[in-house]
C-alpha cells in the first residue's frame, strides 16, 4: 500500500479539464463516480460537479468492490489516468482519513483525500455544478473543458477555442491575455488587457527574445485579475511560456516548472527548439545551467 495523501481542489479539477483529441472525461474508465443520491444532500442536486455518469454508477468494467458510501457523505473517484482515488467527504479531514484507509488496498498508488472536502471544491469553482444527473456518451463528446489552472484563481493555459469563449472568461474572471499564436483574437472581458506575441510553431521560431516581455505583462496583470496564456492547441507554444514564467517569477527551474505545467495538463509538450530556449532562459536567470534537458524527459 502507498499510503495517502492529500489533493488540493485545483488537481481535481485539472483532472476534469484534461482532453486530446474529445475531452477525456469521454473515456470509458477515465473517471468514475460511485457514491449514493442521498448521502448528506452532496449529489446530485445541486452539488455535483461536470463530470460525467451517475454518482451512483458502479465503476466500468474493473470489478472492484468498494465499501458502502451511503452513510459517509462521501464521493469517490477513481482516475484510470492516476490509477488512484479521490475521497472527497463533507466533513472533518480526519473522518476522510479513516474512510480513505478502506480503499487502501486496491491500489498501488497513493490514495488521494480531496483537501476541504466537496464544500471547498464548489466554492472555487461553482461554474462546474449542475443539476445534471446523465450524461449520455455524445454529450461527453461534446464536453467543452476549462482551461488548466496553474495558479490558483490567478494563471490559467489553454487553447484558441477556450480563449475565445466568453462564457469561459466570465467564469474564470479573466482580465488578461496572452496570444502566443499567430491568429489574433477578440478579449471579451472589458477593460482587459490583452498581449499577443505572434510566433509559429516550429523549429525556428524565437520566443526566447519575448519571455521578458511576457513575464512582466503577466505580473502586472495579475493584481488586477486572472491571466490567460493560450496558444493554437495549448500544447507547444503556451506550455513553453507558462514554463518561463514560473521560472522567472516562482523561481522554478525548468525541470521543476516542467513538472509542474505537466501534472497541470497531462499532454503538454513543447518542441526541441523551445526546450532549447527554457534552457538558455533557466541559464540567465540563474548564471547557470540546472536542468539537463539531453535527458528523455524533455
Given at each position: 500500500m502507498a499510503g495517502l495523501a492529500l489533493c488540493e481542489p485545483g488537481h481535481l479539477y485539472n483532472i476534469l479539464q484534461q482532453h486530446r483529441r474529445v475531452p477525456r472525461l469521454a473515456e470509458p474508465g477515465y473517471l468514475c463516480l460511485l457514491g449514493e443520491?442521498?448521502?448528506?444532500?452532496?449529489?446530485?442536486?445541486?452539488?455535483?460537479?461536470?463530470?460525467?455518469?451517475?454518482?451512483?454508477?458502479?465503476?466500468?468494467?474493473?470489478?472492484?468492490?468498494?465499501?458502502?458510501?451511503s452513510t459517509t457523505r462521501a464521493i469517490l473517484l477513481q482516475h484510470a489516468g492516476l490509477n488512484s482515488f479521490l475521497i472527497s467527504l463533507d466533513a472533518e479531514e480526519g473522518t476522510a482519513v479513516q474512510y480513505a484507509r478502506s480503499f487502501e488496498q486496491f491500489t498501488r498508488h497513493p490514495v488521494l483525500v480531496l483537501?476541504?472536502?466537496?464544500?471547498?471544491?464548489?466554492?472555487?469553482?461553482?461554474?462546474?455544478?449542475?443539476?445534471?444527473?446523465?450524461?449520455?456518451?455524445?454529450?461527453?463528446?461534446?464536453?467543452?473543458?476549462?482551461?488548466?489552472?496553474?495558479?490558483?484563481?490567478?494563471?490559467?493555459?489553454?487553447?484558441?477555442?477556450q480563449a475565445c469563449d466568453q462564457q469561459i472568461q466570465k467564469d474564470?474572471?479573466?482580465?488578461?491575455?496572452?496570444?502566443?499564436?499567430e491568429q489574433?483574437?477578440?478579449?471579451f472581458a472589458e477593460g482587459g488587457?490583452?498581449?499577443?506575441?505572434?510566433?509559429?510553431?516550429?523549429?525556428?521560431?524565437?520566443l526566447f527574445s519575448t519571455f521578458g516581455t511576457i513575464?512582466?505583462?503577466?505580473?502586472?496583470?495579475?493584481?488586477?485579475?486572472?491571466v490567460l496564456v493560450f496558444s493554437s492547441l495549448g500544447i507547444s507554444r503556451s506550455s513553453?511560456?507558462?514554463?518561463?514564467?514560473?521560472?522567472?517569477?516562482?523561481?522554478?527551474?525548468l525541470k521543476r516548472a516542467w513538472n509542474y505545467v505537466l501534472k497541470c495538463k497531462t499532454n503538454m509538450r513543447p518542441h526541441r527548439g523551445f526546450v532549447k530556449q527554457l534552457s538558455d532562459w533557466e541559464t540567465q536567470i540563474y548564471g547557470t545551467t540546472i536542468t539537463d534537458v539531453s535527458e528523455p524527459n524533455y
Open positions: 443520491p442521498g448521502a448528506g444532500g452532496l449529489l446530485p442536486d445541486p452539488a455535483c460537479s461536470r463530470a460525467p455518469a451517475p454518482a451512483w454508477a458502479a465503476s466500468r468494467g474493473n470489478g472492484m468492490l468498494v465499501p458502502s458510501v483537501r476541504g472536502g466537496y464544500k471547498r471544491f464548489s466554492a472555487c469553482y461553482h461554474f462546474l455544478r449542475t443539476q445534471k444527473i446523465l450524461w449520455m456518451p455524445q454529450e461527453l463528446d461534446n464536453f467543452q473543458p476549462y482551461p488548466v489552472e496553474i495558479l490558483p484563481a490567478k494563471l490559467y493555459m489553454g487553447n484558441f477555442k474564470l474572471k479573466i482580465k488578461a491575455q496572452v496570444n502566443i499564436s489574433p483574437t477578440t478579449l488587457k490583452y498581449l499577443h506575441i505572434s510566433v509559429p510553431d516550429s523549429l525556428e521560431a524565437d513575464c512582466h505583462f503577466i505580473d502586472a496583470q495579475l493584481d488586477r485579475g486572472a513553453t511560456v507558462t514554463m518561463a514564467y514560473l521560472m522567472h517569477s516562482c523561481q522554478f527551474s
